[in-house]
């Protein structure tokens, strides 16, 4: 079992990123695999809109959560990437300036567009939207359908 990896303090912030897009992208293949499955599924009727949120790593664990919600007389959630739990640790008390927190969530939702749209889901039947949970990440949302 190989040690989870710890990014060193005083890491400039290019950098950073540059490390989480190539850890991001090491789970491309798979999750859209994992998309274009969810895309395989049939749409209920009752379902009158959806969304895809980041869920943010708030302690630098290196841990990523996906959700998908879609919405109906209940809530259905569909988790993406359950298995990532293996990103870099950080130190965020080092980053007091940058919001690191926020620039992982917005490098997450990056990938995560990029990966639904190379596995077809920009003609989903239902409009859906990626961002931020709770107001993380930059406050960009993205559209991953073209309703």
Excluded at 109 to 118: G, I, M, V, Y
């Amino acid at each position: 079992m190989s040690k989870q990896k710890q990014l060193p303090q005083g890491m400039p912030i290019d950098a950073i990123e540059c490390v989480y897009i190539k850890e991001l992208d090491r789970y491309s293949d798979q999750l859209i695999n994992e998309i274009k499955d969810f895309l395989k599924i049939p749409l209920k009727e009752d379902v009158i809109e959806g969304s895809v949120e980041i869920f943010p790593d708030e302690y630098g664990d290196g841990f990523l959560s996906i959700g998908l919600y879609l919405k109906s007389e209940l809530t259905n959630h569909i988790s993406f990437m359950d298995n990532v739990k293996d990103l870099p640790m950080i130190d965020l008390t080092n980053y007091e300036e940058e919001n690191l927190v926020d620039l992982i969530v917005d490098i997450t939702q990056r990938w995560f567009a990029e990966s639904w749209w190379k596995a077809g889901g920009w003609e989903y039947k239902l409009p859906l939207k990626i961002y931020g949970h709770d107001g993380f990440g930059s406050g960009i949302v993205i559209d991953l359908t073209k309703q």
